[in-house]
């Protein structure tokens, strides 16, 4: 079974910082595009940015400029960096690994952290 395993959440003031981490065994974090999402309670899943193996990213819109998503091979984790926080980024964050080829033939998610922006 695999595992992603997320840290990093907790409570942070409006306009603060946080770093997620998700780490994941090695074949997963080399070859798998790496995704972190979030969730708030009655709402659907969202993404909210992704990264390939070759390095290139996607972001939701409202977080472009905010949010940095990156991977560091050598230590098998995957990072979110969070500025400027808002309080409408509160969820828990999730940590998905989609294999290249598609979900079909590996789509795992890690167990999620909470993310609370107030004041």
């Known amino acids: 079974q695999v595992q992603l395993v997320e840290s990093g959440g907790g409570l942070v003031q409006p306009g603060g910082s946080l770093r997620l981490s998700c780490a994941a065994p090695g074949v997963i974090a080399s070859i798998y595009t790496m995704g972190w999402y979030r969730q708030v309670l009655g709402k659907q899943r969202e993404l909210v940015a992704g990264?390939?193996?070759?390095?290139?990213?996607n972001y939701a819109d409202s977080v472009k400029g905010r949010f940095t998503i990156s991977r560091d091979n050598a230590k098998n984790t995957v990072y979110l960096q969070m500025n400027s926080l808002k309080p409408e980024d509160t969820a828990v964050y999730y940590c998905n690994a989609v294999h290249p080829y598609g979900s079909i033939w590996g789509d795992y998610w890690g167990q999620g952290t909470q993310v609370t922006v107030s004041s």
């Open positions: 990264i390939t193996s070759g390095g290139s990213t």
